[in-house]
């Protein structure tokens, strides 16, 4: 079946601009989740959901940062007035259930010029 | 505060060479450990997830194991191959909530 999805694979955006990206997780799954990867750095937890419901948000880097799931399925993070230091990786994840496996999806890598 | 640890952050072995990956984490209280590999420009690939109440995992050549109560868990590749190539990370799952904390990698190379 279809893995995980993600879009845009890449984007380059100008500072001060807003930008959306977006994940599909697989059919059926009840929980997703975010994660951001910089450069020689380690993936940092941004926010997970269970079904459309995030239940700690505590994770997101700053207000500039939100995230939406609908339908129990996209989801989308959204970063607002975006800075360079908001380049990097973005990957979404998504598992059966909380604490189940996870499968990643390609990820997005986000540029501010 | 968890905290993951992984050693080495590099390693080089000959092909065909058994070698052993590790993760230690900090607070024993876990749901579960999950170890993935990441290839170069991509997103990950789950290998194994150890839930806390399972002493090892098996999967192929791969093996994990996890020890809760000294916050260790290990990463057996066995008979190691060129494709073995790539960085593996482990994850814990901390209980009470799922946000999930990874180490920073280990990257190996495997020679031909």
């Known amino acids: 079946g279809a893995g995980v999805s993600q879009s845009p694979s890449n984007k380059v955006t100008e500072k001060g601009k807003d930008v959306e990206l977006r994940c599909d997780p697989i059919?059926?799954?009840?929980?997703l989740y975010w994660y951001r990867q910089s450069l020689g750095q380690g993936l940092e937890f941004l926010i997970y959901?269970?079904?459309?419901?995030?239940?700690?948000k505590s994770g997101l880097p700053s207000d500039r940062f939100s995230a939406e799931r609908t339908g129990g399925s996209v989801s989308t993070l959204t970063i607002q007035r975006t800075q360079q230091e908001d380049s990097a990786v973005y990957l979404c994840?998504?598992?059966?259930?909380?604490?189940?496996?996870?499968?990643f999806g390609p990820g997005t890598r986000l540029t501010v010029t | 505060k968890q905290e993951v640890t992984q050693i080495p952050a590099a390693l080089s072995v000959p092909e065909g060479e058994n070698l052993v990956l590790n993760c230690s984490f900090t607070d024993s209280a876990i749901y579960n450990l999950q170890w993935f590999r990441q290839d170069p420009g991509k997103g990950l690939t789950s290998l194994l997830l150890?839930?806390?109440?399972?002493r090892e995992q098996t999967s192929g050549r791969l093996n994990a194991s996890l020890d809760k109560s000294s916050g260790r868990s290990t990463l057996y590749i066995a008979a190691s191959q060129p494709g073995d190539s790539a960085t593996y990370l482990c994850a814990v799952c901390p209980s009470g909530t799922y946000k999930y904390i990874f180490g920073t990698g280990t990257r190996l190379k495997v020679l031909a």
């Open positions: 994840a998504s598992s059966q259930h909380l604490s189940y496996e996870q499968y």
């Open positions: 059919s059926g799954h009840t929980a």
């Open positions: 150890i839930q806390s109440s399972q």
């Open positions: 959901f269970q079904g459309n419901s995030a239940p700690d």
